[in-house]
Nanobody
């Protein structure tokens, strides 16, 4: 059974940092991603990591502030979030796929709240 379990969310002041973790079990995936959903908004792509290069991808809104990385030995993907802004407040979800950009496996989400 595939499981993605996020952790690391919390409350932080604007300008602060948080590191999210996502532990994957039950299967290996070629691409891991982070998405977020703010209240009243649609879920949006944040970052992804693919392959052994690895190749990394970011949304324009987080580029330069967030860093995605992976630790294959721990089956864990991280999202280091720096210079956080109030607009980064959302539930952050870890996702995984072996089918291009069609993310079919999802975690339960972790809340990130940035106070201004």
């Amino acid at each position: 059974q595939v499981q993605l379990v996020e952790s690391g969310g919390g409350l932080v002041q604007a300008g602060g940092s948080l590191r999210l973790s996502c532990v994957v079990s039950g299967r290996t995936f070629s691409t891991m991603g982070w998405f977020r959903q703010a209240p009243g908004k649609e879920r949006e792509f944040v970052a992804a990591i693919r392959g052994s290069g690895p190749n990394v991808y970011y949304s324009d809104s987080v580029k330069g502030r967030f860093t995605i990385s992976g630790d294959n030995a721990k089956d864990t993907v991280y999202l280091q979030m720096n210079s956080l802004k109030a607009e980064d407040t959302a539930v952050y979800y870890c996702a995984a796929t072996n089918s291009g950009w069609d993310f079919g496996s999802w975690g339960q989400g972790t809340q990130v709240t940035v106070s201004s």
